[in-house]
């Protein structure tokens, strides 16, 4: 097998297992309908989603509001966050982020464990260290494995207050911005290398790996077992990266239809995510930065379809 070949499955598996998570994570906070007596002291219908921290949805807000909300949203967090590296707010930077990472670290450990007796609090004893440790002492392995499940709590949050149609229009939006961002502005090539060497993490996928050349290095070295001839040069480090926004918004549309249509229907939007990225990986050349969203998009679109149908 290619060392190249190695590097795609292994983030097409990370991408792949993070919805599956992401469908575990959002059953647990399925729709439920409970009586509550009014202010007038009626039985009325309350839907409730046992979101923990606070992050139950308001009542009564219609998902276009929502979509509205999250473009908007989205717009100022890119906005925001190129004004911060201009200034470079490295520390400002990382206190937001562990902030977010360890909120969506939260739920999605608080789906496991709960109704554990207190729950919410233990989730957050596991969540702060680990983002504490993503963010502020760079490990690969503890970063893959957070990113496992931070997407799928942030997914979470927005699953309850969307439906199929307005996820569908976000992701077409959404397409749209990847595309202009990635091609024509190039600010998102800006950002993900400013994170990667300022910051010291990257907000998705990240797995590092070595040219045919550098490992040719490497392996002579151990053949001639002097692995000290490699101190004093420079070796290449090549990193293979899919941003979290990439993972986050098939989760989200799965969500949605995981509620509305049932679980085989959300497991076809999954798969549809994952081949739809296998053929940007298939059909991408090494070196150049591809934007993902319209791809995974158009799979998306087209599992939703086939999930309509059936």
């Given at each position: 097998?290619?060392?190249?070949?190695r590097i795609i499955l292994i983030l097409l598996g990370m991408f792949f297992i993070t919805q599956l998570i992401g469908l575990?994570?959002?059953s647990q906070y399925s729709p439920?309908?409970?009586?509550?007596?009014?202010?007038?002291?009626?039985?009325?219908?309350?839907?409730?989603?046992?979101?923990?921290?606070?992050?139950?949805?308001?009542?009564?807000?219609?998902?276009?509001?929502t979509l509205v909300s999250i473009i908007i949203a989205v717009a100022?967090?890119?906005?925001?966050?190129?004004?911060?590296?201009?200034?470079k707010a490295e520390f400002f930077l990382r206190s937001w982020f562990f902030i977010v990472v360890s909120f969506a670290l939260g739920i999605s450990i608080y789906a496991f464990i709960?109704?554990?007796?207190?729950?919410?609090?233990i989730a957050?004893?596991?969540?702060?260290?680990?983002?504490?440790?993503?963010?502020?002492?760079?490990?690969?392995?503890?970063?893959?494995?957070?990113?496992?499940?931070?997407?799928?709590?942030?997914a979470s949050v927005f699953v309850p207050l969307l439906n199929i149609w307005t996820v569908v229009l976000l992701l077409i939006l959404i397409s749209i911005y990847d595309i202009y961002a990635v091609w024509h502005a190039g600010f998102m090539q800006k950002m993900?290398?400013?994170?990667?060497?300022?910051?010291k993490f990257f907000t998705g996928f990240f797995v590092p790996y070595l040219g045919s050349k550098e490992r040719a290095q490497v392996a002579l070295a151990k053949q001639q077992g002097d692995m000290s001839k490699l101190k004093n040069k420079k070796i290449k480090v090549n990193v293979a990266i899919l941003g979290g926004g990439d993972v986050v918004f098939p989760i989200i549309l799965a969500g949605v239809v995981?509620?509305?249509?049932?679980?085989?229907?959300?497991?076809?939007?999954?798969?549809?995510?994952t081949l739809a990225l296998a053929w940007l990986f298939y059909i991408s050349k090494k070196g150049k930065f591809y934007p993902a969203m319209p791809f995974i998009s158009a799979g998306c679109l087209i599992a939703l379809g086939i999930a309509l149908i059936i």
């Open positions: 097998m290619k060392h190249s070949l575990a994570v959002i439920e309908v409970i009586q509550v007596k009014d202010e007038e002291g009626n039985l009325v219908n309350k839907t409730i989603y046992n979101l923990p921290y606070g992050a139950e949805p308001p009542a009564e807000v219609s998902p276009v509001n100022v967090a890119v906005i925001f966050m190129l004004i911060l590296m201009r200034y709960d109704p554990l007796p207190f729950s919410q609090l957050l004893i596991i969540a702060i260290p680990l983002a504490a440790l993503k963010l502020f002492k760079r490990n690969i392995i503890v970063h893959n494995i957070t990113e496992l499940f931070i997407y799928p709590g942030i993900a290398q400013y994170q990667i060497k300022k910051l995981f509620n509305t249509l049932g679980l085989l229907e959300a497991l076809i939007i999954n798969l549809g995510a």
